[in-house]
């Protein structure tokens, strides 16, 4: 579909916005806002503890050049949030423009949010740009993953060109304490060759845990990374995991177990095996 303004004729964009805020209640996390706009749909699947599941939806099916998905996740003290996505994200070729993704996350006193999206699939030609901000407690604890597919390689599709952009800034009370960027364009299957980058694989993920408990993890995780392509390393509170693999499928196999330790044995969200 088409939106016409003066005369000019642009091709409709998705745009949604999803805000999680949560308290603790009767020993429980509770909703205290659930706000969701557009493309942007929140479920909260029953739970058996205390903990809060929140499922993100982008009912637009993927996005492309334009696209705008803004995410937001309030934990209050005590809380405990695992945040998922339904499915992997898929990023389709750009005819004009670039996709955005942004997060946002604040963590209090003594709770935890796991920040748990399946993977993200580009596409050829696709373009993204996605930010990830989080602001931490002194005594909160924090986990992220983002896998990044390079194409569907059972299907025999790559990504020859392109951009994707990823920015992460995490923050312990306003004092940044983890930055990075990641930048793939042009020519990404040529990039992702260079034994520098990602040695011909298509598949990678980063994990990363703040909290105290990081050397303790960072000895239940080295073992599990130990062979395959990539690291675990440990320092200040702060734990980093690097991952690569040749397919999704591989991926998952080690990326899996890594998040199971650091969720002091608990398993991925369900929606992760459906």
């Given at each position: 579909m088409t939106?016409?303004?003066?005369?000019?004729?642009?091709?409709?964009?998705?745009?949604?916005r999803?805000?999680?805020?949560?308290?603790?209640?009767?020993?429980?996390?509770r909703?205290?806002?659930l706000?969701?706009?557009?493309?942007?749909?929140?479920?909260?699947p029953?739970?058996?503890?205390?903990?809060?599941?929140?499922?993100?939806i982008?009912?637009a099916?993927?996005l492309?050049?334009?696209?705008?998905?803004?995410?937001?996740?309030?934990?209050?003290?005590?809380?405990r949030?695992?945040?998922t996505?339904?499915?992997?994200?898929?990023i389709?070729?750009?005819?004009?423009?670039?996709?955005?993704?942004?997060?946002?996350?604040?963590?209090?006193?003594?709770?935890?949010?796991?920040?748990?999206?399946?993977?993200?699939?580009l596409?050829?030609?696709?373009?993204?740009?996605?930010?990830?901000?989080?602001?931490l407690d002194?005594?909160?604890e924090?986990?992220?993953?983002?896998?990044?597919?390079?194409g569907?390689?059972?299907?025999?599709?790559t990504m020859?060109?392109?951009?994707?952009?990823?920015?992460?800034?995490?923050?312990?009370s306003?004092?940044?304490?983890?930055a990075?960027?990641?930048?793939?364009?042009?020519?990404?299957?040529l990039?992702a060759?260079?034994?520098?980058?990602?040695?011909?694989?298509?598949?990678?993920?980063t994990v990363?845990?703040a909290?105290?408990?990081?050397?303790?993890?960072?000895?239940r995780?080295?073992?599990?990374?130990?062979?395959?392509?990539g690291?675990?390393s440990?320092?200040?509170?702060?734990?980093?995991?690097?991952?690569?693999?040749?397919?999704?499928?591989a991926?998952?196999k080690?990326l899996?177990?890594?998040i199971?330790?650091l969720?002091?044995?608990?398993?991925?969200?369900?929606v992760?095996?459906?």
């Open positions: 939106s016409v303004a003066a005369g000019i004729t642009r091709p409709q964009r998705a745009e949604g999803g805000h999680l805020a949560a308290g603790m209640q009767d020993g429980r996390t909703i205290r806002e706000y969701q706009e557009g493309a942007a749909k929140i479920r909260l029953d739970t058996f503890d205390a903990s809060m599941e929140a499922v993100i982008n009912t099916g993927g492309t050049g334009g696209d705008r998905m803004n995410w937001s996740v309030s934990a209050g003290a005590g809380t949030i695992d945040v996505t339904q499915a992997c994200e898929k389709y070729r750009a005819s004009a423009g670039t996709a955005e993704v942004t997060t946002q996350i604040e963590v209090g006193s003594g709770a935890r949010v796991d920040w748990l999206p399946q993977e993200t699939i596409f050829d030609r696709a373009s993204l740009f996605r930010r990830l901000d989080v602001d002194d005594s909160a924090f986990l992220a993953v983002e896998a990044i597919l390079l569907r390689k059972a299907m025999g599709e020859e060109t392109g951009l994707f952009r990823d920015r992460w800034r995490i923050r312990r306003s004092r940044l304490i983890h990075e960027e990641l930048r793939l364009s042009d020519a990404v299957a990039l060759a260079e034994q520098a980058v990602l040695g011909g694989q298509v598949a990678f993920a990363l845990y909290g105290p408990k990081s050397e303790a993890y960072l000895a995780v080295r073992p599990l990374v130990e062979g395959h392509m690291g675990a440990a320092w200040s509170d702060k734990l980093i995991v690097r991952l690569a693999a040749a397919d999704g499928f991926l998952r080690i899996i177990p890594v199971s330790a969720r002091n044995g608990a398993p991925v969200p369900k992760w095996n459906l």
